[in-house]
């Protein structure tokens, strides 16, 4: 099995994490099944963009917090509107119903494809990162970025900054890069808070160019610190983990769409997805325990009855909500097929977004 992994790096980056399991349920590491599916709707039907297109919804980030979910949308929008939104978790199963909020300070409509979002083991941070897989030099790089806010207060925004040791600087697309060895192209899709201050981001694609690259799951970790109430991120960027050999698992060409680190059970979560020409879209759930990281081992793969869980959308983004509750959310792009939902086969508005609730077995279920 072809997994690359740098063990002096690696073993320092786990050294600290701790197994806390202080509820005597244990949920079972690779079985789960998806309990429920449904739609949020992103913005009122019939939105348009700044040049008066029909907008679609291509939710493909999320976060859970204080009951809400936070969602990013990787296309941007005029406000009232914004790219970034939350919803009361209550009201998600309520498509009528839903209690939206849009968060419409600058530096989140100023960032373009916001891939992933995470929070802090505290909860008293939210990040979102964009996707780095295009860089515009005449203007503000922001499509390579990484933002940051209290939980508690949405309209006070920052850019992450680097406390480098030639100096403090935003150039996150720098590091990032020398990280992957300077590709001429690369896709972030994964942002994940690790134990003992460590950020965790995870690439899609890397290559020549857009139209060039080969899809990978591999992540870079790099430590953060705060300092009078700002974040800010340590120059230590470097990959910690590539696993390659995914075809043993499954059939598609699958490449990383989203990472988080479950605390309830002391796990990273790997989300993955794949597209491919003819229009066949769908995901799977994967997971990594502290030894898998350590030995350098290829992630487990969720299965339900023996059988890999398969999403029948492009999931995107996932989030925790529990110990054993996995909310996702689903970003078909522009294709168009049917759903599940309730009993019936459902075609997606643009103005909307599948999610889908996966529960994992516990082990008295056993």
């Known amino acids: 099995m072809r997994i690359q992994f740098i063990f002096f790096s690696l073993l320092t980056f786990v050294s600290c994490i701790s197994i806390n399991n ?55 929008l005029n406000p009232p509107f914004s790219p970034v939104f939350s919803i009361d978790y209550n009201s998600i199963g309520h498509t009528k119903k839903q209690k939206v909020t849009y968060h419409t300070q600058s530096h989140f409509t100023q960032p ?6 995470t929070i802090s083991f505290d909860e008293k941070y939210l990040f979102a990162i964009t996707a780095f897989d295009y860089q515009k030099k005449e203007e503000f790089d922001t499509n390579g970025t990484l933002i940051y806010w209290r939980s508690n207060d949405f309209n006070k925004v920052n850019y992450m900054q680097i406390k480098a040791t030639e100096g403090p600087t935003k150039d996150l697309r720098k590091y990032i890069s020398d990280a992957l060895g300077s590709p001429k192209y690369f896709k972030i899709e994964g942002l994940a808070i690790m134990p003992d201050n460590q950020f965790l981001i995870g690439v899609r694609e890397q290559g020549n160019s857009y139209k060039d690259f080969n899809y990978t799951i591999k992540f870079i970790s790099v430590s953060y610190g705060e300092k009078n109430a700002e974040i800010y991120l340590n120059d230590d960027f470097k990959i910690v983990y ?10 598609e060409e699958i490449s990383l769409s989203s990472i988080e680190w479950d ?35 290829a992630p487990q793969l969720v299965s339900h009855n023996s059988v ?24 078909d792009d522009r294709y168009v097929k049917p759903t599940q939902i309730d009993g019936f086969q459902y075609y997606k508005k643009a103005n909307e977004a599948i999610y889908n609730i996966v529960q994992f077995k516990s082990s008295e279920s056993q």
């Open 263 to 297: 605390k309830f059970n002391n796990r990273l979560l790997l989300l993955t997805s794949f597209e491919s020409k003819s229009g066949s879209i769908g995901a799977y759930l994967w997971t990594l325990n502290r030894e898998d990281i350590i030995q350098g081992n």
């Open 22 to 76: 202080n509820n005597q349920q244990r949920i079972v590491n690779d079985q789960a099944i998806i309990s429920k599916s449904g739609i949020i709707t992103c913005f009122p039907e019939g939105t348009r963009t700044a040049d008066h297109k029909i907008a679609h919804c291509e939710a493909s980030a999320v976060s859970f917090y204080n009951n809400k979910l936070v969602f990013g949308n990787d296309k941007p």
């Open 112 to 117: 373009r494809k916001i891939e992933d979002i």
């Open 242 to 251: 590539e696993f390659n050999d995914t075809k043993k698992f499954v059939n």
């Open 308 to 331: 890999p869980l398969k999403f029948n959308n492009k999931s995107e983004g996932l989030t925790i909500i529990n110990k054993q509750n996995v909310f996702i959310i689903n970003d």
